[in-house]
C-alpha cells in the first residue's frame, strides 16, 4: 500500500534557523527505527546526491511530533536540511511515507484497490455547480479521477495532485481530438467544510479560470457521506478524521475506461504527468 497523509513538519526558517542557514538535499529510504527519547529515526538511504553516499544512519526529525507516525520498514522520501553555520547541524522535514509497512491510520475495513478490468460502480456526487453528476455520464471518454480535500495543509498531497492534474488538462486541451474523449474530476472526501462553491473557488485557482464554461472537461465534485464510504472503499482511499480536524488519508487516483472499467490505478503520489497522460493516449486509442 503506497500512503501519505497530510502532514507537515515546520519549514526551515521556524525557531533560531532562517532558510538561508540550511541547504536542502533529497533522501529516499527504508525507517530502520525511532527513537523518541532522542528525536531520531534511523534511515537506511540512498545516495543523497551531492551531499553523502549511500548508507544507515539516524537523523534527527525537525518536527519529532512526526515521529510517532513512522514505523521499521516505511519507505520515505524527506527533505535533509544541512545546517551552513558552525554547529553543522542535520535535520529531516516534509517527510512523505510513500510505502507505509503498518497501516495504523486506516480504518480496519476491506478496501478494495483498483485493479484492470473493475468495473465501476455508478456513484453520484454534486459538482461545483450544484449539479447532480454520476460515473455512467462519462461512458465513451477516459475518466480520471482522483481524491482530494481543499483544506490540505501539505503541497506534497491534494495541491500536488491538484497541480499535476492541471498539467494534464493543459497537455490534453493540446491535442483537441484526445481533449474530447477524456475528462478529468477531483472528487473531495470533505462534504462537511467543501461546498459547491468552496470546490468552484479551489478548482479556478488550479484552471486558471471561473468562466462559465471553464469545468467542461475537469469536474470537482463531493459525494454524500454515505456514497463517500462507499467510494472510499473501491478507490482505496484510507480517510482518517484528526482531532484538530485536519483529515490523514491516502492518495489514489484511477484511469477509467470508456467503458467504464478500470484501466490503471496510481497509489501515492509519485506518478509523473508524462506517464499518465501517455496511459490516457494509449487508453484512447484504444476505445
Known sequence: M???????????????????????????????????????VTVDHEAIAGFMSAM??????????VLGELHPGDL???DVLVSQNADADILLDHIVVVGQAKPDYKPKVLYHVP?????????????????IIQLDQFHGK??????????????????????????????LAADPALYNKTHLMCVSFDPDNDTPARLRAY?????????????AHWDFAVPEKPVLD???????????????DSITHTLSTTLIGADGKVV???PGNEWTVDQVFADVKQAAAGA
Open 2 to 40: 503506497i500512503v501519505a497523509g497530510c502532514h507537515s513538519g515546520p519549514k526551515p526558517g521556524s525557531g533560531s534557523a532562517t532558510d538561508s542557514t540550511y541547504k536542502t538535499y533529497k533522501l529516499r529510504g527504508k525507517v530502520v527505527s525511532t527513537n523518541a527519547a532522542t528525536g531520531e
Open 56 to 65: 544507515t544512519m539516524p537523523y534527527k526529525l525537525k518536527d519529532p511530533s
Open 76 to 78: 520515505i522520501t524527506a
Open 115 to 131: 485493479s484492470p478490468g473493475d468495473k465501476v460502480p455508478d456513484f453520484k456526487l454534486r459538482n461545483q455547480d450544484g449539479r
Open 142 to 171: 477516459e475518466l480520471l479521477i482522483t481524491f482530494i480535500y481543499t483544506r490540505c495543509p501539505s503541497p506534497d498531497f491534494c495541491p500536488r495532485v491538484t497541480h499535476n492534474f492541471a498539467e494534464l488538462n493543459k497537455q
Open 203 to 215: 478548482g479556478a485557482t488550479y484552471i486558471g479560470s471561473d468562466a462559465r464554461n471553464a469545468f
Open 230 to 244: 462507499k467510494m472510499a472503499l473501491f478507490f482505496d482511499v484510507g480517510i482518517t478524521h484528526d482531532a484538530n
Open 264 to 266: 490503471r490505478f496510481y
